[in-house]
């Protein structure tokens, strides 16, 4: 075997740096620079593909895998995860208006969105005097060409920058780029609270607009008054994939990162399991204390963001030895938090029959081969 000990590896013209493959390896190319999650949009545990209509004011709405889809105008949209992409990419996060406003209000906006853990900007040293640089790109396609805010701000929004991004060309895939001087004041939580959210406005109200390229403590400036009004239009489409958000001051090749690494980053913050056929599809299992309910646990795939997750669900069954009871359940949190943030303790409340028994073992699941059937847990920001 032969070894190759050098202390640097310079281009041909005597420089610091050479290339492999035609990337520049730096400390801003290596695994994980990347501080979005599910930047190509192939992750959507939350609709599997199908569209969330009616997006409507004061709603908002998960379309793919931690990126949401926040409408506060008189306006309504449409959204989900989409096969139109640019090269190098198989998915998007798109959008369409269904049903126009081409006159929002001063305090109303329209926005795709993602919120980022504190835990994962805390090396960005933001709020000091070492803040970094950051810089954000994507590729985007829109029916309106014109002017969008694109930008982040902390958790309550005291903090803002953005800057304005033209789409030159309508209906073309475009990249985009914006960098962003690292802050050396404001509040940026390092822990699992909301560190910072990267934000594209599609439509932004005058309370809301100010200078670009600055950082202002104004709430929620996200915009300028250059800001094309996308909600206005009806019909109007965008489609945004390959945002990456990562330091420095340039933008480098996107980070695509293995799916099952991808899904079970975005599994720290929401977990679903869906019906898929057969008579008996075990989810967990519990043990009866009372006539009609049992305590029991459900494992989590990852470990969650926090043990307080939230949790919904349609259409659980208990298998009571050879008997299925189908009657109406109610499935939920027992008020615990979650073990080591991967084990949640439930209770389930059987309202039919037959009657449970004390320290009877039971099983949960479905019994249904509908998606419709589910369980999640929610963690997001």
Not at 53 to 73: C, E, H, L, P, Y
Not at 341 to 370: E, K, L, M, Q
Request: glycine content about 10%.
């Amino acid at each position: 075997m032969s070894t190759i000990a050098v202390n640097a590896i310079t281009d041909a013209n005597g420089g610091n740096t050479t290339s492999i493959n035609n990337t520049t390896p730096n400390v801003n190319n290596v695994v994980g620079k990347n501080l979005i999650i599910n930047g190509a949009m192939r992750i959507d545990q939350h609709n599997a593909g199908s569209a969330v209509t009616g997006i409507t004011i004061s709603t908002s709405a998960f379309i793919v895998d931690r990126f949401k889809m926040v409408n506060q105008t008189d306006g309504q949209v449409t959204a989900q995860q989409s096969t139109t992409a640019p090269d190098g990419f198989t998915n998007s996060f798109y959008a369409t208006v269904t049903t126009p406003d081409s006159s929002i209000g001063s305090t109303q906006y329209t926005q795709i969105s993602q919120r980022i853990e504190g835990n994962n900007i805390s090396h960005l040293g933001w709020g000091t005097s070492n803040a970094k640089t950051i810089t954000v790109s994507f590729w985007v396609r829109s029916s309106l060409t014109g002017t969008y805010g694109v930008g982040v701000y902390n958790y309550n929004g005291s903090y803002c920058y953005f800057s304005d991004v033209t789409i030159n060309a309508a209906d073309t895939w475009e990249k985009k780029t914006v960098t962003i001087t690292g802050p050396t004041s404001g509040t940026w939580y390092t822990d699992n609270l909301l560190g910072l959210e990267f934000h594209i406005s599609l439509g932004t109200g005058s309370s809301y607009q100010g200078t670009a390229d600055a950082w202002t403590t104004s709430s929620f400036i996200v915009a300028s008054s250059n800001q094309a009004n996308w909600i206005g239009t009806s019909g109007a489409t965008f489609y945004i994939t390959g945002v990456q958000l990562e330091v420095g001051e340039s933008a480098t090749e996107f980070e695509h990162r293995p799916y099952s690494t991808e899904l079970s980053m975005c599994q720290r913050y929401y977990q679903i399991v869906r019906a898929h056929g057969g008579t008996r599809q075990l989810v967990g299992l519990g043990y009866g204390y009372d006539a009609d309910d049992i305590f029991g646990l459900y494992y989590l795939t990852v470990p969650l963001r926090t043990n307080q997750p939230t949790m919904s669900y349609n259409g659980v069954c208990l298998f009571l030895g050879s008997t299925v009871d189908t009657n109406t359940i109610v499935f939920g949190l027992n008020n615990y938090p979650a073990v080591n943030h991967t084990v949640i303790p439930i209770n389930v409340d059987n309202t039919g029959s037959p009657a449970i028994g004390s320290r009877d073992c039971i099983a949960y699941g479905f019994t249904s081969g509908t998606s419709a059937d589910y369980i999640d847990v929610d963690a997001e920001l």
